[in-house]
Every structure is written in C-alpha cells, then in structure tokens.
C-alpha cells in the first residue's frame, strides 16, 4: 500500500485518515508506525529532521517549557534571557547566562543526537535543524546543523561585531571583576550569539530551514511542541509542498492532525528503534 516513491510523489491525500489508528492497523506499542517510517525513510529522496528541546533533556537540558524546568523555574526566561535584559543590565544578565553557559558547556550528546548522525552517514538524513542552543547535534558529529536559534559556540560584540568562540568566552567571564564576558576592543559586554526573547532568528538560517522543509518528502520532528514561531510553522511547508511529517515526542503538538507518522514514546528508544530499523543499529 505504501510504496517507495520517488521525491515529491507522496500524497497521503485525507490526512486525518492517516492520523487515525484505526484506518492504519496501528498498534498500541507503535511498532507498525515504527515501520512504516523506516519505510518512509528509505523511500523518500529528501529527509530532513526538525528538533527541539526535548531531544536534549535524555542529555540533563531540562525543557524550560515543561514543569521540573530546574534552573527555568527559579527565574522567569522570558525576563532574564531577553534583549532589554541584556541591554539595561548586563551584569544582571550574565550572572544568569554564565551559569547557563557553564551547565550547557559540559552536556554531551545522547543515542537520538548520535541515531541521527547515523542517518546522516549513510545519506539517509540531508540536515538538522535544530532549535536548540547547547550545541549537541555538533558535538555527536551531525555537520553543519542549522542552528535557528544560535548556539552558544561564540559571543559577538553588539558594537565591533567580532565573533568570540565559547572557550574565550568563558575565560572573560572568570576573569571580569562584574562576571561579564567584554569585548577586547571597546570593552563592551558581548552577546551570545543565541536568539534572546525579543530577537528575530537570524533570516539565513531560517530561510535555509525554510527551503530544506519545503524540499523534504519527510520531516521527522523530533523532541519539540512546534508551538513557538516561526519554527512551528516549518512542517506545514512540508505537508503544503506534498511532504510527509512524522513527530516523535511525548507530549502533545499543535499539529496532530498533520501527523504522517506519529510516535510518542522516549526519543533515544523511537530513534535508535529507527535506526535500528534502517539496519544502522
Ligand atoms: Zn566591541
């Protein structure tokens, strides 16, 4: 029934159809749903993952966006990691992200981060996008993911524009009497070079994420809500362009209805499961 098609040739034509277990013979524990994407991978001509927070919490990230947020729930991320933060107060601001630099610095990647550069090697997976900052799809190997929301591998000074890698960074931080890490030539605080609250994403990255997704016959998203924009609206460039798009997370998304494939169980079991599957294991 559902044959290897060439790039673009999907069409799943009722998606709610495809949604519902019922119609698809799915069963509970979602193995057939496992082998239907393995299917759909080996098929399509252009797959593109999509990953968010939770694909970083198996490495101790929590998600700030869900309850047990650690270091998220003593101060509120939308005040302290915003622009205006920055901005009017940089000692203030640094003496939170520091931390934040110091706690993500030491996280290594975990078996979905490594599943997927797996993928990559073998041809399978064309690109990363990633929401996230901490650098693990690097870090596990994937190259050149596309980093919508920056990372923190380097500062960048507001003024002079000079980029500044994290180990530098960090060596400024210590060595500042106020804990700001501060530009070489105007003595200035440098900026993570992450998307604050208040920032737009920076437009190649997201115009380069734009066109892998609308070129994608199947987005996995992988670990995120898809509720915070733009990002949230990338997997409906694939599905409008004729793309399947499967999500793999645990809790639950906006865009259920849209869901190819969905499989909802711990990301490095669903994703070493894949890879397995695609005899990558
Ligand atoms: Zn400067």
Redesign the pocket.
Known sequence: MLDVAPKGAYDHGDTDSAATPATGGVDRAGTNDLARLAELVRGAGSVVALTGAGISVPSGIPDFRSPGGGLWETVDPMRVAHIDAFRSDPVRFWSFYGERFATLGAKQPNGAHRALVAMEATGMLEAVITQNIDMLHRKAGARDPIEVHGSIASCR??????SVPLAQVRMRLQGDPDGVP???????P?KPEVVLFGELLPERALARARELCEGADLLLCIGSSLEVHPVAGLPLLTHAAGGTVAIITQGPTPLEELAGVRLRGDVVDELQALAGALGLG
């Open positions: 000074c507001p003024r002079c524009a000079g501060r530009c070489e030539g105007c003595r200035g440098l």
